[in-house]
């Protein structure tokens, strides 16, 4: 799966010479916290956050009036907050690419790019939306997770065995086991009881580590 599948669409940005609390009150009206920054030929010049922005509000403690405080904030622009070193991604950038680039960077968002021009925003809460659909959170099953030998056919042979019982796999994850040679295997599957469920995959699994019946949303 790309990034271009599954961003935001289109990216709502702001040019530099917007004031911070038109900013801000763009980001409370379509509940987003980040902006990119585009120039008035269209070309991506910066990113702005929620966190900034009210980083650059003045403190309760201030001893300004409010008509001070506002008049202030109105004439503090975009392009004196803004962050202008920014990370972007393209559209045909696998998804766990961009999750990884936006975890080794500890940041929320990547500007989308075609070219020059800013497409689309892919963001944290767009990556969770899509851990939800991979383990299937929104569906009843039943989900265990499971150790196996870290070795060729382990996978095709759980799957053959829910198979024959006549459960059918709705989700599945791998992941590396605690110690070398171990795998992880996270499944949420229906159509079988869970007494049937143990008993097929026992003979393929090291060890059934943990395994409940969700309800789905």
């Keep these: 799966m790309l990034v271009g599948e599954r961003m935001t669409k289109p990216a709502i940005t702001v040019r530099p010479e917007t004031a911070m609390p038109d900013a801000l009150d763009l980001m409370r009206k379509e509940h987003i916290r980040r902006l990119p920054v585009v120039n008035k030929r269209g070309e991506l010049v910066g990113i702005v956050t929620e966190a900034d922005l009210l980083k650059a509000s003045p403190s309760e403690a201030t001893s300004l009036s409010i008509y001070e405080v506002t008049y202030l904030l109105s004439k503090l622009t975009i392009d004196r907050i803004m962050t202008r070193k920014v990370i972007t991604i393209t559209e045909d950038t696998p998804l766990e690419e961009a999750a990884r680039i936006m975890a080794d960077n500890a940041i929320g968002a990547l500007p989308v790019m075609r070219g020059k021009e800013v497409v689309g925003i892919i963001t944290e809460t767009n990556l969770f939306r899509i851990f939800l659909e991979l383990f299937g959170a929104r569906r009843a099953g039943i989900r265990l997770t499971v150790s196996v030998p870290d070795k060729p ?34 499944l949420k599957v229906e159509g079988v009881k869970m007494e049937d469920l143990i008993k097929a995959i026992k003979p393929f699994v090291e060890k059934i580590i943990d395994v409940r019946l969700t309800s789905g949303v």
Excluded: V
């Excluded at 996978?155 to 992880?184: H, K, M, V």
């Design 153 to 186: 056919g382990q996978l095709a042979n759980l799957a053959r065995a829910i198979c024959d019982a006549g459960g059918n796999i709705i989700a599945l994850g791998s992941f590396l086991g605690e110690t070398t040679g171990q795998g992880l295997i996270t």
